[in-house]
Each structure stands twice: as structure tokens, then as C-alpha cells.
Nanobody
Framework: QVQLVESGGGLVQPGGSLRLSCAAS????????MGWYRQAPGKERELVAV???????NYADFVKGRFTISRDNAKNTVYLQMNSLKPEDTAVYYC?????????WGKGTLVTVSS
């Protein structure tokens, strides 16, 4: 089991930026893949971005060119830098870690994009 704690959410105007952080427990962080998902009201949870243990990344089409996922293994932390935010980015953002084929989730952090 991996414990995950997200932070960095808040209220931002359209076109603004936020950086989300996810702190993970344990010594295995450096060898497991990590991801960010989001869930808007009335919608299913959807994949935003993933990063492997070696640093390879993939993004959903709706965030390409705007969001960047990264990890700092020395700090057991994964980040999501969000630029050029749009109102449709409003959602609860969740950190994900997959260990032994099982998903681990944080509690989520709310991002609201509104003028």
C-alpha cells in the first residue's frame, strides 16, 4: 500500500497557473509509475497524465501543451504544473500510484478555474 497526499489546489482565473504536488510514502516511490487523474461534477474520473519510474510521460489530449507532469524521487513527490487554465479544467485532481497491479489514490485537491 502507498499513501498519497495531494496539495496545491485552489481558485485561479482563466489563463492562470497552478502547481499540484503529491507526496508519497515508502521507499518504493522511485520504482513505481505515478499519475494524475481528475473528476468534474457529474463525470467519471479521467486520466490527465502519467509518468514512469524512468521519467517517460504521456498526456491526455485535452492538456497537451498546457500541463507538465514531473517527479522528484529524492522528495518522494510528483508534480503537475498547470498553465493556461480553462474553466473546463475545474475538477478534483487525484494522485495515483500503481503497485503490484493495484491502484492507490489520494484524497484529492480541488482546482476551480473561474473569473
Amino acid at each position: 500500500q502507498v499513501q498519497l497526499v495531494e496539495s496545491g489546489g485552489g481558485l485561479v482565473q482563466p489563463g492562470g497557473s497552478l502547481r499540484l504536488s503529491c507526496a508519497a510514502s515508502g521507499s518504493i516511490f522511485r520504482i513505481i509509475p505515478m499519475g494524475w487523474y481528475r473528476q468534474a461534477p457529474g463525470k467519471e474520473r479521467e486520466l490527465v497524465a502519467v509518468i514512469t519510474s524512468s521519467g517517460s510521460t504521456n498526456y491526455a489530449d485535452f492538456v497537451k501543451g498546457r500541463f507538465t507532469i514531473s517527479r522528484d524521487n529524492a522528495k518522494n513527490t510528483v508534480y503537475l504544473q498547470m498553465n493556461s487554465l480553462k474553466p473546463e479544467d475545474t475538477a478534483v485532481y487525484y494522485c495515483n500510484a500503481r503497485r503490484n497491479g493495484m491502484d492507490n489514490w489520494g484524497k484529492g485537491t480541488l482546482v476551480t478555474v473561474s473569473s
